[in-house]
């Protein structure tokens, strides 16, 4: 009855004393219905700052924006919340389960391995299988990415991973679904040299390998750089190449039988105009249907990402770059095509821009700020100048340099970053996210970051 009244006298204010009245606008959980398997949750929106908003009648702090964001623990089962501004009323109902127990046998993950009685051999489904030194499916442990029709000995499994058998007591590991089976019963022939040779481009030098099938390969980033070749037979062959200069980007793949290594030439770099002849592709995140994160005040990541992105275009053009841009509009494009787009390109540095979320179980009142990730570690030194640069001259939190598996930063040949510039659910955050000073800084200091790296590597 008193809501009622309530909406009665909303609907009066509304219409005949012309009261602004705010919805309560929770952006997340995302319905009020939910399945979250985590110790806690969050609630994260835009309000009247004005108001009272309270969580099963707790109050919960407001940013003068409007924003919030209120971590909520959550009990295995049923946990209902009544989330209320002054004239709103919500409740949400998120379904924790019980935690399943594990029947892995942790005192020595190698009990769970299933040696076969004889070995077999396989080959590889797809362009791009990750062949890895772990028997787990994420992460940094990739030792190569393995063309279709590579073929592969096996000798066990475990965790849905192959161990793949590469010379004596050394193996990696492979996704079971990315191999085709039982295929071959026999003994396969083994691969035979039959020529190398060696070419450039103005960009990169190719070492060719040609051999009669394909076979499994790792590159060992040391200087000399190692390519290593297995034979189906457990042989293995090096094939070491000094290199005269820090590495900026290298690629090993298979065109037909031939086995390429692909190294790009070290960075021209000019003392006064450091980004002359330099290219760079600038990557803003996400577009189109896919949103990327969404913030508390319901700004979408990819529209944040674009600014940021166009601002960085302008600066680093003006200061000489050949630049490109993988999207300039709210358009969607896939991680592969961004990565082709720069290796079209030629690209030196690549820039993905974005701007990050948190997922259930952590606090968005308590993360904050920028981080920069890499794969390869000589993309590193880049990362490092880029975060340096924003934290110092755009003073956000130092939220750390990372190495990790991103598509993106993964695949492209040119030294490549990934720069999470803020939270969007961290109402702090969000609120320089979409201050145009702010992301024009951020455009600034990243340009300055690039700049300085270069400086540190001039040989001009
Ligand atoms: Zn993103």
New binding site residues.
């Given amino acids: 009855m008193k809501s009622l009244c309530n909406k009665i006298l909303l609907a009066f204010l509304i219409l005949f004393a012309g009261i602004k009245v705010y919805a309560l606008d929770v952006v997340y959980p995302t319905s009020y219905n939910m399945n979250i398997n985590a110790p806690s949750t969050f609630f994260v929106g835009n309000t009247n700052p004005e108001e009272i908003l309270t969580i099963n009648g707790v109050k919960i702090d407001v940013h003068p924006s409007g924003a919030f964001a209120q971590k909520v623990p959550l009990n295995i089962g049923k946990n209902v919340f009544t989330i209320t501004s002054d004239w709103n009323k919500k409740v949400y109902t998120i379904n924790r389960k019980a935690i399943l127990s594990v029947s892995y046998n942790n005192s020595n993950p190698m009990n769970n391995f299933k040696k076969f009685d004889k070995e077999k051999f396989v080959y590889v489904k797809k362009d791009g299988t990750a062949l890895r030194s772990t028997p787990v499916e994420q992460g940094i442990n990739r030792l190569s990415h393995l063309e279709k029709d590579v073929i592969l000995k096996v000798d066990g499994e475990m965790y849905g991973l192959y161990r793949v058998v590469l010379s004596e007591n050394n193996y990696a590991w492979i996704n079971k679904k990315a191999v085709y089976e039982n295929v071959i019963n026999e003994e396969p022939e083994t691969a035979k040299l039959i020529a190398k040779s060696f070419t450039q481009s103005n960009h990169s030098k190719f070492y060719k390998i040609k051999l009669t099938q394909r076979i499994p390969y790792y590159v060992e980033e040391s200087n000399p750089l190692v390519l290593h070749l297995f034979n189906t037979d457990g042989s293995e062959t090096v094939f070491p190449i000094n290199l005269k200069h820090n590495l900026s980007g290298y690629d090993a793949y298979y065109e037909g039988d031939c086995l390429v290594l692909e190294i790009k030439k070290k960075l021209n770099v000019y003392r006064f105009r450091p980004l002359r002849d330099i290219t760079i592709v600038i990557d803003p995140?996400?577009g189109g249907n896919e949103k990327?994160?969404v913030s508390c005040l319901r700004n979408y990541?990819k529209d944040i990402n674009l600014k940021i992105a166009l601002y960085l275009y302008k600066e680093l053009s003006r200061k000489g770059a050949n630049v490109y841009m993988t999207r300039f509009t709210d358009e969607f494009v896939s991680l592969n095509d961004r990565v082709k787009f720069s290796n079209e390109k030629n690209a030196d540095i690549f820039i993905s821009i974005?701007?990050n979320s948190l997922p259930d179980g952590k606090d968005p009142m308590k993360e904050r700020g920028t981080s920069v990730y890499y794969y390869y570690n000589e993309s590193k030194p880049l990362a490092e100048s880029i975060l340096n640069n924003i934290v110092n001259k755009v003073h956000t939190n130092n939220d750390g340099l990372y190495q990790r598996s991103f598509a993106v930063v993964r695949n492209s040949r040119a030294l490549s970053v990934l720069v999470e510039t803020a939270y969007v659910i961290n109402p702090y955050d969000n609120i320089l996210l979409i201050n145009e000073k702010f992301q024009k800084n951020c455009a600034k200091a990243i340009s300055n970051g690039v700049i300085e790296y270069l400086k540190s590597i001039q040989i001009n």
């Fill in positions: 995140g996400h990327g994160a990541e974005h701007a």
